[in-house]
C-alpha cells in the first residue's frame, strides 16, 4: 500500500533552516506529482510546494517563495522540501501528499516550530 513518512521537524529559531524529508513506498514514484502541505493551529491545511514527476516542474505558495526549495529524488523515492529564513508564521504541522490512482495519500506530518 501507499506509504509517505515525513521526517525532520522541529524547533528552530526564526531566521534558521530545516530540511524535510518525505519517503514514498507502494507506488511508482517516479510518475507522480509530489506536494507538501502544511496546517498551522486553527488554521485550514495549505498548500506549500508542489513537483512534476520528473522534478522538471515546480509550484510554491507566494509566502514561500525565495525561501522554501522542493526537489525529489526518483531514484531514492523522496522528495524533500529545504526551508530557509524561517518565520514565526511558518510553524506548522507539515504533510507530504501524492495522488496516484486518483486517490489522495498522506502521510503522519512533521512538526516545524519556529521560535526564539
Known amino acids: 500500500q501507499v506509504q509517505l513518512v515525513e521526517s525532520g521537524g522541529g524547533l528552530v529559531q526564526p531566521g534558521g533552516s530545516l530540511r524535510l524529508s518525505c519517503t514514498a513506498s507502494?507506488?511508482?514514484?517516479?510518475?507522480?506529482?509530489m506536494t507538501w502541505y502544511r496546517q498551522a493551529p486553527g488554521k485550514e491545511r495549505e498548500l506549500v510546494a508542489s513537483?512534476?514527476?520528473?522534478?522538471?516542474?515546480?509550484n510554491y505558495a507566494d509566502s514561500v517563495k525565495g525561501r522554501f526549495t522542493i526537489s525529489r529524488d526518483n531514484t531514492r523515492n523522496t522528495v524533500t522540501l529545504q526551508m530557509n529564513s524561517l518565520k514565526p508564521e511558518d510553524t506548522a504541522v507539515y504533510y507530504c501528499?501524492?495522488?496516484?490512482?486518483?486517490?489522495?495519500?498522506w502521510g503522519k506530518g512533521t512538526l516545524v516550530t519556529v521560535s526564539s
Open positions: 513537483i512534476g514527476a520528473t522534478g522538471g516542474w515546480t
Open positions: 507502494g507506488f511508482t514514484f517516479s510518475n507522480f506529482l
Open positions: 501528499h501524492t495522488r496516484p490512482g486518483g486517490m489522495d495519500y
